[in-house]
């Protein structure tokens, strides 16, 4: 089958380009004008100062997050009620128990996130670093965010790995879904119980909050992982974090192989959308989980970096669908 081609038009000289996608996507750094042999796409850190919320919301985050502010006074009251405490909260046990990322404390760590936050024009909050064998890293506070990734994630991903994941955490900062990201984290630890002690919120979190907050967190995870696709410029590079995150190790990072991994999303795919016994039982094991299955996320991230929105954001090129549609 041939590569399909997009035009992406030089953002020096300005002559269009025809390009192929599939080749494009291998190295987006080799891409080049046939004019005035520029790059054609923005990779290799170089900041981006006009990515903007319509370039990474996905349109399920916004059709679940619009459901869930529309649940009466829902988004008034966690704000008020919730945002310092919580703010107050995740301060402290952090400040308190974890390492705060700076020029004195792991200088290289802050040098990676900043490039993260370069790449998605957003104000970076502070940076922790949690003593913990998990792979992870989490955002929390309400107006005054923080990032934390554990010593089991610095530990196992070199460091575009880590742009990757500092790169999808920060986008969660930036789309505004901090406060909201908290509450559920809550809600899954059971710590909505001492809150709801002192603040008298209990019957806030009632069960339509909880079913919308539960669909939304699963797909504000697809807009995030947008971020990390900017943040790197990589499609290779954002789909081995993925697949480090199911269940690779740095022991054997030589023979992780990313096509492979593109294949068996791919049939993971396949299988649950041609079976309905697969199919369901997945729809009833997400109510149970916080993030969506690592096999559907790859699906969608490679969907959105194949589609010429993210190939002309990349060349500095892109416009909102409403203003295509009008030229």
Known sequence: MPDEKTRITCRFCGAANSVPVEAALRD???????RCKEGLFRVNGEPLTDVTDDHLAHPWDREALAKLKAIPYADELLSSVLGSTLDKMTRFSLL????EVGERQAPSLLRIYLEAAGRLDV???????????????FTSGASRPVVAVTTGLLDGMDDRELL????????????GHVLYRTLAQLLAQGGMGILSKFLGIARLLAMPLR?????????????????????????EVCV??????????????SELDVGAFIEQADRAEAMRDSELFVYVMDMLGNTARTHPLPAWRVHHVLAWARSPAF????????RPALERSAS
């Open 240 to 253: 081995r974090t993925h697949m480090l995150l199911a269940g690779g190790s740095r022991r054997l990072a």
């Open 28 to 34: 987006l750094s080799k891409p080049r004008c046939g």
């Open 96 to 99: 308190a128990g974890a390492v």
């Open 123 to 137: 104000d970076p909050p502070p940076l922790y670093i949690v003593q913990t064998p998990l792979v992870n890293a």
């Open 211 to 235: 079913i919308a907050l539960a669909r939304w967190y699963q797909m504000a995870e697809l807009s995030a992982d947008r971020g990390e696709l900017v943040a790197t410029g990589s499609l």
């Open 164 to 175: 990757a994941v500092l790169g999808h955490e920060l986008t969660h900062v930036k789309l």
């Open 311 to 318: 190939l002309e954001l990349m060349g500095g090129t892109w």
